[in-house]
């Protein structure tokens, strides 16, 4: 794996070219075709390719910016169209799951909106939206927690005084 790979951090991607001005762009495609997802059928045929571009992250100072060709498929065996996913990059949105992470993160340990938009190049509004979309995520995984109904207690000294 090249270092370029590495810092991409999503699997199965083949980075085509870097360019590095006042941003990093990198081009990538998926490393290998996709059996059918509905039928398993394979080799299935590449209708069209488009391009999406994602914020990914931020290194050193420089904001990376990733060109991926995406894939459309159509599978001749149960005649499905679809689109080669990605893990870590929903559909339609214009920033990866890893730097929408970064945001909330820097946004929470005191990164103001300010700040980030600056740093990052989106606007205020995004990383306010960002910010509350991770915490209800995390409010939605906590409640399903049980809570617990013996709760123990450790000794503890506080001062050795
Ligand atoms: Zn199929």
Redo the contacts with the bound molecule.
Sequence with gaps: MSQIDSILGIDGLEVLRVDRGSAIHVWAKPKRRMD??????SP?RIKATHERTLKHTRQGNQLMVLHLSVPKYH??????YFRHPFKGIRPRHRATECFRLEIFEAHDGGISQHKLSLTHHISSATVERWYHHHLNKRISELSGRSCPIVLGIDEHFFSRK
């Design positions: 059918c997802i509905h039928c398993q059928y299935i599978c001749l065996n149960c005649n499905h």
